[in-house]
């Protein structure tokens, strides 16, 4: 019912800038989070950012605060995550989800998401 592409991923050094990009196609829920996850190799998918759709209230991971921005646009069914100063320990690759709105919900836990993209790759060389 919905499809999740990343786009944006790449090569880039220390302390450089990406945009990742998250379109979204189908039949959305009528109130969503949309929500940014990273898994590198050997660890467990962790939180980076999410934003409630509508309202667009967001919430940051702590270790990306003041670095990385996630905003939206309504009318290309988009979410982006801008990443200032990246550093190597950002290597990962990088997933987009989608997930129903309910207040109260932990939106950094990934159970809350349904779907999924197919993840853009994120390298950062020292």
């Known amino acids: 019912q919905v499809q999740l592409v990343e786009s944006g991923g790449g090569l880039v050094q220390a302390g450089d800038s990406l945009r990742l990009s998250c379109a979204a196609s189908?039949?959305?829920?009528?109130?969503?989070?949309m929500g940014w996850f990273r898994q590198a190799p050997g660890k467990e998918r962790e939180f980076v950012a999410a934003?409630?759709?509508?309202?667009?209230?967001?919430y940051y991971a702590d270790f990306v605060k003041g670095r990385f921005t996630i905003s939206r646009d309504n009318a290309k069914n988009t979410v982006y995550l801008q990443m200032n100063s990246l550093k190597p320990e950002d290597t990962a690759v990088y997933y987009c989800?989608?997930?129903?709105?309910?207040?109260?919900?932990?939106?950094?836990?990934?159970?809350?998401?349904?779907?999924w993209g197919q993840g853009t790759q994120v390298t950062v060389s020292s």
């Open positions: 989800a989608m997930g129903r709105y309910r207040y109260g919900s932990s939106w950094s836990d990934k159970s809350e998401y349904d779907y």
């Open positions: 934003i409630r759709w509508t309202a667009g209230f967001t």
């Open positions: 189908g039949r959305t829920f009528s109130s969503y989070v």
